[in-house]
Structures are given as C-alpha cells and as structure tokens.
C-alpha cells in the first residue's frame, strides 16, 4: 500500500468514523467465526459497543486514522481494524482519502484471533 500522508489522516479519520458507525455505504464488515458463533444478542451488543468506540489515544491510533480499537465485553477483548482496498479488493488503496479508490474493510474478532 501507498504511504499515507499526515495531511490526509483527518479526512481518512472522519471517513472511517463514518463507517464504523453504520455508513455501510462505505465498504463491508467482515466477523470472524468466533464473533459468528456468538449468541445474537452478544453480537449485537458488539457491534452496538463498535459503533459508540471513541477511545482513540496516541497508543491505540497513532496515525490519527481511527483505523484500529480495542472493546472489552464480558470480561474478553476483542479487536477491530479497518483495511483499505481497491474496488477489486484484491489491491491495496492508492488513497484511502478517496471515496472512489476505497473500499473500507472493517473485521471484528476475538483477540485471540489477531
């Protein structure tokens, strides 16, 4: 993937905030099995705690992005990260700051599976 630049991290930021709060326009999310294999209203809850994740520090989002977190649920952790693809989704994005190369992946799991 390209080196994304520090003057595109708010743009980038704003987009994927978007997306992780129900903007499905903006790409797909993808659980893993162990999130599948969850009773439904724990997956709900999940992706309820997904949505509201705001607990972006310079340890956990380096970049400014909000590209990755960490969401404590029943005494497990679990992880999300958004990856930046092409509209093939075979390549990686030139510029993820662009609606029109970018199709955002956003997977949710278990820690254990990072």
């Not at 903006?26 to 999940?46: A, F, M, Y």
């Given at each position: ?13 704003q987009l994927n905030d978007r997306f992780r709060q129900g903007d499905h ?27 509201t994740f705001d607990d972006f520090t310079p340890g956990n989002d380096p ?52």
């Open positions: 993937m390209a080196t994304i630049e520090a003057t595109q991290a708010p743009t980038i930021a326009t903006l790409g797909q999310v993808r659980p893993t099995q162990c999130i599948n294999g969850l009773s439904s209203e724990d997956q709900q809850e999940l992706f309820r705690l997904l949505r970049y400014g992005e909000h590209d990755f977190g960490a969401i404590e649920f029943k005494g497990e952790v679990f992880n999300w990260k958004i990856d930046y693809y092409a509209p093939d989704l075979v390549h990686g994005s030139e510029d993820p700051g662009d609606l029109t190369k970018t199709i955002r992946v956003l997977t949710l799991m278990h820690s254990s599976e990072y």
